[in-house]
């Protein structure tokens, strides 16, 4: 019996242990993400799409519809990096349907960018997978755009 108590005690140990380690990373879990400004044009269904599945991931999206063509060179993205839709987070451009984890890294490794785009509307990407495309997927890549205006793939999609 002592050895089964002895064991018990070790296990609830070992437990209360990996809990007080887990309290900090809860912690930086809940910390909130900075809120996400996009301008798109008021009638764009996939800008909306790609809202709705950001928000579904946590993100807190401030939509302006007015366009984006104005802001994208505002901001200093260049036009062949252009999408439908522009936004904005912690100081960095994500230009089209970027999916919500290259948005994570982007703050959380914080590269010296202008930020992350994803060029045109690659069937597939989020906001671009919706039923009216069936199970088609086109191969895409999210590209970090350098402050020279230069590009390196950040992610791939195939």
Same mark, same amino acid.
């Given at each position: 019996?002592?050895?089964?108590? $002895?064991? %018990?005690?070790?296990w609830l140990r070992t437990a209360a242990a990996l809990a007080a380690a887990a309290v900090?990373? $809860?912690? %930086?879990?809940?910390?909130?993400?900075?809120?996400l400004q996009v301008w798109k044009s008021p009638s764009c269904g996939c800008c909306n799409d790609w809202i709705a599945i950001l928000q579904r991931?946590?993100?807190r999206v401030q939509a302006h519809d007015s366009g984006n063509t104005a802001m994208r060179a505002r901001l200093g993205l260049p036009l062949k990096y252009g999408s439908c839709h522009t936004a904005l987070i912690g100081g960095y451009v994500v230009e089209g349907h970027v999916p919500p984890r290259d948005i994570r890294r982007l703050l959380a490794d914080k590269p010296d960018a202008i930020g992350i785009a994803v060029p045109g509307m690659p069937v597939g990407s989020p906001g671009m997978d919706g039923p009216e495309y069936g199970?088609?997927?086109d191969p895409y890549d999210v590209l970090l755009v350098l402050r020279d205006g230069t590009t390196r793939v950040w992610a791939s999609y195939r």
């Open positions: 019996m002592s050895q089964n108590r $002895l064991s %018990r005690r070790r900090p990373a $809860l912690g %930086r879990a809940a910390t909130p993400l900075p809120v991931e946590g993100f199970d088609r997927r």
